[in-house]
T-cell receptor, first 111, second 114 residues
Framework: DQQVKQNSPSLSVQEGRISILNCDYTNSMFDYFLWYKKYPAEGPTFLISISSIKDKNEDGRFTVFLNKSAKHLSLHIVPSQPGDSAVYFCAARTGANNLFFGTGTRLTVIP | DVKVTQSSRYLVKRTGEKVFLECVQDMDHENMFWYRQDPGLGLRLIYFSYDVKMKEKGDIPEGYSVSREKKERFSLILESASTNQTSMYLC?????????????FGPGTRLTVL
């Protein structure tokens, strides 16, 4: 059973606007959440993370929000740029070394 | 910078062949992982290893085995390749400890089984 879900397989946004990627999870034991970005023919690269004791983490144009009561997190990209076009994976950790990944959302930023 | 390398970017094999996928990391990480990525299914964990000669099954270990004889190297073995094992295979590594959360990925091997 998928413990981390990304219900939107794709998202298209105009350059300069905000991109919001969503992720839901079912396991209340997850203590850390990460976002990875993946370009075609490359491995995923780490983007930003958040601990379960926080509700927001910001790094430049990227902000991750965590709503523990709703078991929901989101990644905001402002402003979106064409180079942000990629597949974004949400991942969660239970305190062990394993990560549980979502199915990914393909973001297309239109120039 | 952490570097994770995989032996092949593209591989084409025939049904029934034994296939070896090699992964090497250069940052002395304890943990190493093998995933496969398929459209609509995300990254699914096949096997992982937290130490030399140690291995644990992930979510989809059937049809695969692994070997970790040295800390820096983690091999994925398809004993008898089948067409449903056509996929992108990704290797990753990480440090052990709650303060270490990030897994570092290799570029992937796209395997096609005919």
């Amino acid at each position: 059973d998928q413990q981390v879900k990304q219900n939107s397989p794709s998202l298209s946004v105009q350059e300069g606007r905000i991109s919001i990627l969503n992720c839901d999870y079912t396991n209340s034991m997850f203590d850390y959440f990460l976002w990875y970005k993946k370009y075609p023919a490359e491995g995923p690269t780490f983007l930003i993370s958040i601990s379960s004791i926080k509700d927001k983490n910001e790094d430049g144009r990227f902000t991750v929000f965590l709503n523990k009561s709703a078991k929901h997190l989101s990644l905001h990209i402002v402003p979106s740029q064409p180079g942000d076009s990629a597949v974004y994976f949400c991942a969660a950790r239970t305190g062990a070394n394993n990560l549980f990944f979502g199915t990914g959302t393909r973001l297309t930023v239109i120039p | 910078d952490v570097k994770v390398t995989q032996s092949s970017r593209y591989l084409v094999k025939r049904t029934g062949e034994k296939v070896f996928l090699e992964c090497v990391q250069d940052m002395d990480h304890e943990n190493m992982f093998w995933y496969r990525q398929d459209p609509g299914l995300g990254l699914r964990l096949i096997y992982f290893s937290y130490d030399v000669k140690m291995k644990e099954k992930g979510d989809i270990p059937e049809g695969y085995s692994v070997s970790r004889e040295k800390k820096e190297r983690f091999s994925l073995i398809l004993e008898s390749a089948s067409t449903n094992q056509t996929s992108m295979y990704l290797c990753a590594s990480s440090l052990t400890g709650l303060e270490y959360n990030e897994q570092f990925f290799g570029p992937g091997t796209r395997l096609t089984v005919l």
